[in-house]
């Protein structure tokens, strides 16, 4: 099923759970610096004062953007979970759509679309309105993960299928951001997950998005399993 599958986004997003989950073994078993790290630095460097979360999910890079630089944080997501959680963090958060944001022109100098567009239907549109929300001199930061994220996790339990590739992602994200923006850097980033044990990895497959079904199929292992966690970080200026 595509990512950008409204029932399966409505769904997945309906409770933290699996996400909370997803993230909290990457994070616990991730060496070196971390993807929300990269976006966060990415963020810190341009010192906003009116930032814009798009698709908060649990609000925590926009309550870490909120107290560690000193921005009002609002923050939006289709999800009543994700905004009552959000809320709870101290974000101005709204249910709202990224293909039509409640918001005047030049209303922030930063938004976070963090690992969120390749979810939204129309992307030409929800891109658009990111670029309609900033400032002149305002800065869009889109983190996505890429389409061979961990493929050596999928390679280990034997999946052939290729996934539908995604709509918003590191072969393509320039391009569609370079509609709306004058100037679009690109920031690969790879880092590693070391999973200790069976167990770990198993947890770990029940908690993604499309291929939960595949936690039963995970091989035993004897040893550390390494893999490589590969995203990117856009950073686009100008918006047109």
């Known amino acids: 099923m595509k990512l950008d599958n409204p029932v399966l986004v409505q769904w997945e997003y309906a409770s933290e759970e699996r996400l909370a989950n997803r993230n909290a073994v990457l994070r616990s078993l991730s060496v070196g610096p971390s993807p929300e790290d990269a976006a966060y630095d990415a963020i810190a460097e341009r010192r906003c004062q009116r930032m814009l979360d798009v698709g908060c999910g649990l609000g925590e890079i ?3 953007c909120q107290r560690e630089l000193n921005a009002h944080v609002a923050a939006i997501d289709i999800s ?10 101290g974000l101005d958060a709204q249910i709202a759509d990224a293909e039509r944001m409640p918001f005047n022109d030049n209303s922030f100098d930063c938004v976070f679309a963090g690992w969120v567009l390749y979810h939204v239907p129309d992307l030409d549109r929800a891109v658009a309105e990111c670029a309609r929300v900033l400032t002149p001199e305002g800065t869009l930061i889109a983190a996505s993960v890429c389409n061979d994220n961990i493929d050596e996790v999928w390679r280990l339990i034997g999946v052939t299928d290729k996934r539908e590739p995604l709509k918003f992602t590191r072969e393509n994200g320039a391009a569609v951001l370079s509609k709306h923006f004058g100037e679009v850097e690109q920031r690969d980033f790879e880092g590693e997950v070391v999973f200790p044990d069976t167990e770990s990895l198993r947890t770990f497959v029940a908690s993604t998005i499309d291929r939960a079904h595949l936690a039963p199929q995970v091989p035993e292992i004897t040893e550390p399993f390494h893999a490589i966690t590969r995203h990117v ?4 200026r100008q918006p047109k």
Do not use: I, Q, S, T
């Open 62 to 64: 926009g309550e870490r």
């Open 233 to 236: 970080v856009f950073v686009a």
């Open 80 to 89: 009543p979970r994700m905004v009552e959680l959000a809320k709870a963090r």
